[in-house]
């Protein structure tokens, strides 16, 4: 009686399947928080962010009289309590098999709950301040560093359920790692602030700005444009760099592949978004593209960072060669 007392708290035993059921449960997740960007961007594109113009309530109501830009506004936030919701759960159930998974699993759950904590208030704080350029920009970030967090999550998940080895990796591709994940940050941040600011027709030709200088200034609107689309060349850089360094190793050179074309596939979305002056499909794209280049980025992390490093040649062994 006590042996199964025992065996009831230490959860499912090694090899259980439970971890994967989890791990399809947050991919799940992962895709409806992907979907829920889109969303929000389709709230702001069609002016419906001060549709409710309260909030948790939305008219003082729980359910509003709907049109089409309450109803964009109000299923916004339903499909956001939903999501929430799912996630509670999936906490709980994290907490019933707690020790038979690694302790990272816990970890990212409990960083992804306080991260959606900050995005709620962000929410919040976004009609409540009018749509100010600072609550939109944070709003974007803290939603996909929270559908980041639930990517992550359910690759450890994963890794739980069926362990495997990786080839180790030089510092070299580390350090482009780095490099890709502080231009995918500032970039996204970039492009938040455009959006909010009105400044995506601040240049309105493509190379060259209004028909000028490529970067003629880095301030005002202008200037947010310039820096955002320096910021996207420079990101091409680097992902070419990585498909070089990583190129014949299994999952990190195929990721790599994957994100030189999601960034390219999103920096020919921005430059037709300039061109055809931001339709509402091409801005949406945009947004669905700025999501996956984050969550490509966190997966090809997640790969390198899992790798051990390579192991430096000695010197005399150069020498000898």
Do not use: K
């Not at 928080?33 to 909030?55: K, M």
């Not at 956001?80 to 907490?95: D, H, K, R, T, V």
């Not at 909010?196 to 200037?223: K, R």
């Amino acid at each position: 009686m006590r042996r199964g007392c025992a065996a009831a708290r230490q959860g499912p035993p090694t090899g259980s399947p439970m971890p994967l059921v989890l791990y399809r449960i947050t991919t799940a997740l992962t895709i409806c928080t992907w979907g829920l960007l889109v969303f929000g961007a389709s709230v702001r594109v069609h002016g419906a962010g001060l549709a409710c113009p309260d909030w948790p309530l939305c008219f003082g109501e729980v359910v509003p009289p709907i049109d089409l830009q309450v109803g964009l506004e109000f299923g916004h936030r339903v499909l956001a309590g939903l999501i929430s919701l799912g996630f509670l759960g999936l906490g709980a159930a994290l907490f019933r098999i707690r020790r038979a998974l690694p302790a990272e699993v816990g970890t990212l759950w409990l960083l992804a709950a306080i991260v959606l904590g900050v995005q709620v208030v962000l929410g919040g704080l976004t009609v409540l301040e009018l749509l100010a350029e600072w609550t939109v920009t944070s709003h974007l970030l803290a939603g996909n560093t929270f559908c980041l967090l639930l990517l992550l999550l359910a690759l450890s998940l994963r890794e739980a359920s069926a362990p495997r080895t990786r080839a180790p990796v030089g510092l070299p591709v580390r350090a482009a790692a780095v490099a890709l994940a502080i231009g995918v940050v500032s970039q996204l941040a970039m492009g938040g602030l455009v959006a909010s600011s009105h400044a995506g027709l601040a240049c309105g030709t493509f190379p060259s700005c209004n028909g000028a200088a490529w970067f003629p200034t880095f301030e005002g609107p202008v200037g947010l444009q310039v820096t955002h689309r320096l910021i996207g060349l420079l990101l091409l850089c680097v992902a070419l760099s990585l498909v070089g360094l990583t190129r014949g190793r299994g999952p990190q050179g195929r990721l790599a592949l994957v994100l030189l074309a999601v960034i390219s596939v999103q920096a020919t979305l921005g430059i037709a978004n300039v061109l055809l002056g931001l339709p509402v499909e091409v801005t949406l794209l945009h947004s669905l593209g700025a999501a996956a280049t984050v969550l490509v980025t966190g997966w090809l992390h997640h790969e390198i960072w899992r790798a051990p490093v390579a192991a430096e040649l000695p010197t005399a062994s150069l020498e000898g060669a």
